[in-house]
RNA sequence: GCCCCGUUCGUCUAGCGGCCUAGGACGCUGGCUUCUCAUGCCAGUAGCACGGGUUCAAAUCCCGUACGGGGUGCCA
C-alpha cells in the first residue's frame, strides 16, 4: 500500500449529485491507481442542514456507484478537536473575537462609500471582546504577502492576503466552520492529495494559512478539478438541474455505464478507449492528465454509454434484471423468450420502454397513426397481400420459420414487399421486434383475425 | 465592484513546439447489412475565440482583448 491518502468530503446537504459523484470517482480512482487510501469524511459542520438520512443516501449512491471507501469519518464527531484547534489559535492571537452584526458591517461599508457586499474590515481585531450572545471567532489574516500553491490542474494559483478576510472559524453557537474542520482534518489524517471541484480554489488560501497557524506549512497536493455544467455552461444545481445520482438509478441507467461515463468528464483514457472496464481506467489515471476547462454533463452521450452496456450484458443477466419490469399481462416465459429482442432496444431499464416493445402480444395491437397507416397500407397492391396472407395463415405450420417462408412465400408470388403490411397488421406499428419469432407465440386465430381486420379497413379506404 | 479560473468540431475529448492538410467519441446526415425497428459496418458533417509577440517552426510558449464561468454566507 503507498502512502496516498485522498478523501472525498460531502456534506450532507443534499442528494449527491454528479459533481459531488465526478469528485468522489477521481479521488477513487487515484487511491485505487496508486495502491493508496480513500477516506469517506462527511462534512457535517452545519448541522441545522445536515441529516442522517441525507448521510445515508450519500452511502447508498457510494456504493451503487462501485465506489468503496477504506476509512470513514463524521466531523461531528471530532468536533472537539477542530474547537480545540479553534481555541489555540485565539489563545495565540491568531483568531479573535468578534460581535459585529452584518447590519453593522453594512452600514460601515456604507459609511466608507465601498462597494456593497464588501468582505469583513477587520473591525474588531484589537477589541478585546469577550465570549457572549452573537460573538464568533474570526482567523485573523495576513495584511501581506502571499499565499498560493502549485495546482496539479491548474498550476501556480495565488493570492494576495490583503484581499482575505478574516474569515469566522467559529459560530456564534459555538460550533467550528467548514475551514477550520476541512484543514484540521486534512492534517490531522495525513491526506496527501486534495482532489475537489473548482468552486472550492478560493477556499484553498484560507485552509493553506490556517495549516500555516498550525503548524503544518507544507500543504498537500491539491488538484482543482473542472466544474460539470449544464447547458447554459453554469455550475450543475441541486435546485434548477436534476442531477441527483439516485434519479439516474430510478430512470434506468445501469451504475457501470453512470461511472463510465463520469470518468470521460474532465479526463480522457491515454489509449482513447472511453468505453472501458474499471481497471483499464484504474491502471491509466493520472491526476496530471486531467483538463482544466469546464464538461457539459451530456444525457444524449450518457444513453450511448448506457445503450452500449445494457448490451453488453450476458442476457441471463439482462433477463433477471428485467423481467419483473414486464408489462404485467406478460407471462414469465414469454417475457424470457423475447428477452434478447429487448435487450437490443433499451435504451434504459425502464419499464415505460418495454411496454410498447411487446404489449401487442398480450393484448389487442396499438392504433397506429393515420400518417403511419397510409404510408404502410397505401401502397397498390396490398390489399390482395392481405388477402392472401391471411387465407395462407389458416393452414401453414405454426412457427416462425414457416410464418416467414409463407409471409414472403406470398410476396414472390405476388412481386410485392409484404413483411411491412403484415407487420402493421398484426402488431399495430411499423417498428419493433423481428416479426416472425413473436407471431408464433401468437394464436391463429386471433393472428388471422387480425390480417383480415387490416384487410377490411383498407378495403374500405 | 473585488478576487480566482477557463476558452480545440453543436457536445465530451486527444494534442504538452515540427508526426496536425488537428485524431477519436456522442449527435446529426447518407449508404450497406437477400423485405420493419434496433444492432453492426462504411461514409459525410463540423473546431484550434480574437490580436500581437517569441521561434526556422505555435492548437501547443508569452502578453493583451473578448467572451464564459467560479467565489465573494455565522453553506461546504
Not at 459542520?45 to 476509512?71: F, N
Not at 500555516?212 to 441541486?238: C, D, F, T, W
Request: proline share 5%.
Amino acid at each position: 500500500m503507498s502512502d496516498v491518502r485522498v478523501r472525498f468530503s460531502p456534506a450532507p446537504t443534499g442528494y449527491l449529485h454528479v459533481g459531488g459523484a465526478r469528485s468522489a470517482l477521481f479521488n477513487w480512482l487515484y487511491a485505487r491507481h496508486t495502491g493508496g487510501t480513500f477516506i469517506l469524511r462527511i462534512e457535517d459542520t452545519d448541522t441545522d442542514r445536515s441529516s442522517d438520512h441525507l448521510i445515508e443516501a450519500i452511502y447508498d449512491s457510494m456504493r451503487w456507484l462501485g465506489l468503496d471507501w477504506d476509512e470513514e469519518y463524521r466531523q461531528t464527531d471530532r468536533a472537539d478537536q477542530h474547537l480545540a484547534f479553534a481555541n489555540q489559535l485565539l489563545v495565540d492571537g491568531k483568531a479573535y473575537r468578534c460581535d459585529c452584526t452584518r447590519d453593522a458591517l453594512d452600514a460601515r461599508i456604507a459609511a466608507r462609500g465601498d462597494a456593497a457586499g464588501s468582505g469583513y474590515d477587520s473591525f474588531c481585531r484589537d477589541r478585546d471582546v469577550q465570549p457572549g450572545d452573537g460573538v464568533v471567532v474570526r482567523f485573523r489574516t495576513p495584511d501581506e504577502g502571499i499565499t498560493g500553491w502549485d495546482d496539479v490542474i491548474r498550476g501556480r494559483v495565488e493570492f494576495e492576503n490583503s484581499v482575505l478576510e478574516d474569515f469566522i472559524i467559529v459560530r456564534s453557537n459555538g460550533t467550528p466552520m467548514f475551514h477550520v474542520a476541512n484543514a484540521f482534518d486534512d492534517a490531522d489524517m495525513g491526506i496527501t492529495h486534495v482532489v475537489r471541484g473548482e468552486d472550492l480554489v478560493n477556499t484553498t488560501p484560507r485552509v493553506l494559512l490556517l495549516r500555516q497557524a498550525m503548524g503544518h506549512p507544507e500543504p498537500p497536493v491539491y488538484a482543482h478539478l473542472p466544474l460539470i455544467v449544464n447547458e447554459q455552461r453554469k455550475k450543475l444545481s441541486k435546485r434548477r438541474d436534476d442531477v441527483a445520482v439516485g434519479d439516474y438509478r430510478a430512470k434506468g441507467y445501469l451504475p457501470e455505464a453512470m461511472r463510465n461515463y463520469l470518468i470521460t468528464l474532465g479526463w480522457g483514457p491515454r489509449d482513447g478507449e472511453e468505453i472501458a472496464s474499471i481497471d483499464r481506467f484504474i491502471e491509466q489515471f493520472e491526476l496530471s492528465d486531467i483538463n482544466n476547462s469546464p464538461a457539459f454533463f451530456d444525457v444524449k452521450k450518457l444513453d450511448h454509454f448506457n445503450a452500449e452496456y445494457i448490451r453488453a450484458m450476458p442476457l441471463e443477466e439482462f433477463t433477471a434484471l428485467t423481467i419483473d419490469l414486464r408489462p404485467e399481462t406478460v407471462p414469465a416465459d414469454l417475457y424470457e423468450r423475447m428477452a434478447p429482442f429487448v435487450q437490443q432496444r433499451l435504451k434504459h431499464i425502464d419499464a415505460e420502454e418495454i411496454a410498447p416493445l411487446m404489449e401487442w402480444m398480450v393484448g389487442p395491437a396499438p392504433e397506429p397513426s393515420d400518417k403511419d397507416w397510409k404510408k404502410v397500407m397505401g401502397k397498390d397492391g396490398v390489399a390482395s397481400v392481405l388477402a392472401l396472407v391471411a387465407d395462407r395463415l389458416t393452414v401453414v405450420e405454426w412457427s416462425p420459420e414457416a410464418l416467414e417462408a409463407c409471409v414472403f412465400g406470398v410476396g414472390e408470388e405476388l412481386n410485392a414487399k409484404t413483411q411491412l403490411p403484415v407487420r402493421m397488421a398484426v402488431t399495430g406499428s411499423r417498428t419493433g421486434f423481428p416479426l416472425f419469432e413473436p407471431m408464433a407465440e401468437l394464436d391463429r386465430d386471433e393472428v388471422v383475425a387480425r390480417v383480415r381486420a387490416a384487410l377490411a379497413k383498407v378495403e374500405a379506404a
